[in-house]
């Protein structure tokens, strides 16, 4: 079996797992839990939306850069990154737009579909033995 090659899987993974953990870091550090869980809480969310995003960020941000079940990680903040493209709705396309467009949250989707699609590419960590048998084997890449 020859190795991994496909750079632009790896190219994808990192981009989108650095902009997911910077991010979430801005969510925790910049704007707090407290200030994200009331910006939640103005859009209608609850306060366990804005939890979930952070950490969910974080950790999904964090697991593909290392490429760790980069495949299931995507596909995982996809919830996430649709939830960004309707926040962003209404300030039109142009994420240059007062409020931020959805031009860059739908760019976001798209990376994560690709992903989901390509794998993890070449220099990731991919699985866990341990976890390896609760995975189906599409996951597994």
Do not use: C
């Amino acid at each position: 079996m020859s190795p991994d090659t496909n750079y632009s899987a790896l190219i994808m993974r990192l981009s989108l797992g650095a902009v997911l953990l910077a991010h979430g870091m801005l969510k925790l550090l910049v704007f707090t839990v407290p200030g994200t869980v009331g910006y939640f809480a103005s859009l209608g969310l609850p306060p366990i939306a804005a939890h979930l995003t952070i950490y969910g960020e974080i950790l999904g941000g964090t697991a593909l850069l290392i490429g760790v079940y980069a495949r299931l990680v995507a596909l995982a903040a996809l919830p996430l990154l649709l939830g960004t493209v309707w926040v962003h709705s209404a300030n039109g396309w142009l994420f240059s737009s007062e409020g931020g467009g959805w031009e860059f949250p739908l760019l976001l989707v798209v990376m994560a579909i690709a992903v989901v699609a390509q794998g993890a590419g070449p220099f990731a960590v991919k699985r866990f033995q341990v976890l390896d048998s609760t995975m189906p084997p599409f996951f597994r890449a």
